[in-house]
């Protein structure tokens, strides 16, 4: 048999070698990645094929090896450890955990400073927020589009003065005195 001739039997399988692969990889992407390895193995030691044998159960134990050898390499990359007494500050990054406490903190405040304020601005301010634009709320509201825009601004005062808390004291500029 010709190269070329196995090139194209090996070609005809690659609707099967891919239903295999997903089988492995529950990925599509992955799976034509598995299939195009395979194909690439295949047909780079195709000498190695014995003519008369199974060519899909050849291209089947390829697939299931260059799977379980990229599984291997993923999991020894993955599990890296440093061993030493000391964990130097780059690593510590890694070892440590993230606790979203503060944030839950910071969410539920913003959350009682916008229960806070009356329903004439909260609701201009929450739609704004969403992503609706001026005269789309003022349709909505059937106001004005500068009431919807003063209401909105008054809005972010009153958060401000709500969340005061969380100013982070970076002083701002100021341009006059009085």
Not at 78 to 91: M, W
Not at 107 to 135: C, N, Q
Request: net charge positive; glycine share 4%.
């Amino acid at each position: 048999m010709t190269k070329i001739e196995f090139n194209t039997l090996v070609l005809r399988q690659a609707s099967s070698l891919r239903s295999y692969a997903l089988h492995f990889t529950h990925d599509a992407d992955d799976a034509n990645d598995l299939v195009q390895d395979t194909m690439l193995k295949a047909i780079t030691y195709y000498n190695k094929f014995k003519e008369g044998t199974n060519l899909k159960g050849w291209l089947y134990t390829i697939m299931k090896n260059t799977f379980i050898n990229n599984y291997r390499r993923f999991v020894k990359m993955s599990t890296f450890v440093t061993k030493s007494d000391e964990i130097s500050s780059p690593n510590l990054v890694f070892s440590s955990t993230k606790n979203q406490g503060e944030a839950k903190f910071v969410m539920d405040d913003i959350k009682r400073a916008l229960d806070r304020l009356p329903s004439d601005y909260y609701v201009p301010f929450t739609m704004y927020f969403e992503g609706h634009k001026y005269h789309e709320i003022a349709d909505h509201l059937t106001i004005p589009i500068g009431t919807v825009k003063t209401r909105i601004h008054v809005a972010r005062k009153l958060l401000k003065k709500g969340l005061k808390a969380y100013d982070n004291g970076v002083a701002k500029p100021v341009y006059a005195e009085m």
